[in-house]
């Protein structure tokens, strides 16, 4: 049996694909986007997380522990990731809640018992489930195999991914994903480097493939995210939109406003994020002004 490894499985969620979905989030993530909204996707391996929030300093995650990975300090606990085994024990034992892993391994099954929990709110609302993460196609056969069980019982099903990966995890899963959301992030390969870690030139060649083998059968949606600095600018944008009517002038766009929410999850894993000034969303106003740099050019944009 196909087993994966998520950092979530998401009820009720709106803006993963069409109508209300049930969004399966996979660890591992071959880009290191300087904004990553995900922080807890982006390695596969599995890590203990501390809410100090939620933490009532008992001290008994430090009692049980068996390799002294975790200690009580003055100012909090702190954990010594290296040390840690990931035996649970501290979890089992914190009376607040305050200690979790930010993964856990699941198989097909599984995902279809916890996925048809929402059945109801699918049928309604014309839904399904989506496969997001980090990276969907970092675990290509278990969102193939899992996308298959869930075609069976009628379910649709959607893919959200940056495309940063072989054609060969891609082209099997064109029976079995209904739809493809791509992100296209920056136009320029040495400025998309900069800020994911990867250049763009595989994704988008991925794309082109993609539109050529589904072309014509509405299938394919572009997700611009963004972001201050990096995605957000009229010559970036423009850039994006000109590549696009390149490949396929019928590619529908959607923008992604900037989320500035992610901040609580870098203070939480101990990283920095270098978003953590920024405190808003941009305007109706400004997002009108991005949408019409897609618009003048002919594509459908939202």
Known sequence: MTTGRVFDIQRFSVHDGPGIRTTVFLKGCPLRCRWCQ????????????????????????????????????PVGVEINHAACTLCGDCVEV?????????????????????????????????GGVTFSGGEPLAQPAFVRDTAAALKSRGLPTTLESSFHAPWS????????????????????????????????????DN??????????????LVRVPLIPGYTATPENLGAIADLLVAVDPSLPVELMNFNPLASAKYRRMGMAYEFADAARAYSP???AGFQSLFAERGLTVR
Request: proline fraction near 5%.
């Open 38 to 73: 995900n922080p807890e996707g982006l390695e596969r391996a599995i890590s203990l997380w501390h809410f100090e929030n939620l933490c009532g300093r008992t001290g008994h995650c430090q009692d049980v522990c068996p390799t002294g990975a975790i200690t009580l300090t």
């Open 94 to 126: 914190c009376p607040n809640n305050a200690l979790a892993f930010d993964g856990r391994d699941i198989t097909t099954d599984e995902v279809l018992a916890e996925v048809s929990r929402d059945a109801i709110f699918h049928e309604v609302s014309g």
């Open 169 to 204: 995890s891609i082209e099997p899963l064109l029976p079995v994903i209904d739809l493809f959301i791509v992100d296209v992030k920056v136009a320029d390969p040495a400025a998309h480097r900069v800020a994911t870690g990867v250049s763009n030139e595989l994704i988008l």
């Open 207 to 220: 794309l082109r493939r993609l539109t050529k083998a589904l072309r014509g059968e509405g299938r394919i």
């Open 285 to 287: 106003a400004e997002m």
